[in-house]
């Protein structure tokens, strides 16, 4: 069962990722400088996960696809792996789509 991480990193933000059922990550997040800002970001994943219009498609410099989720207000609240293909990405979007809404949250920090 996929779920969302809350984690600290190495400068002391706030940070979650949501990770397969696989493990792998799907999607991480920007730091947050406290911990509501980071749950704030979890639930926005979740309202904003179903809607495929909310995600922008994007290809790195080295040409790998990968995509962020976007909240109603254009921001960035998640971005996902580096893909090796198109296709790889699409099911990573339509993992996020179908698994964040229900997720529950791991709290490591």
Known sequence: MAKFEIYKDNSGEFRFRLKASNGQNILASEGYSAKSG???????????????????????????????????NNQVIGTSQMYSSVSAMENGIESVKTNAPSAPIDDLS
Do not use: H, M, T, W
């Not at 980071?38 to 909310?54: E, F, L, Q, R």
């Not at 922008?56 to 696809?65: A, C, F, I, N, T």
């Open 38 to 72: 980071c749950n704030n970001g979890i639930d926005s994943v979740k309202k904003n996960a179903p809607d495929d219009s909310k995600y922008e498609r994007l290809e790195s410099k080295g040409g790998s696809p990968y995509f962020n989720l976007k909240a109603g």
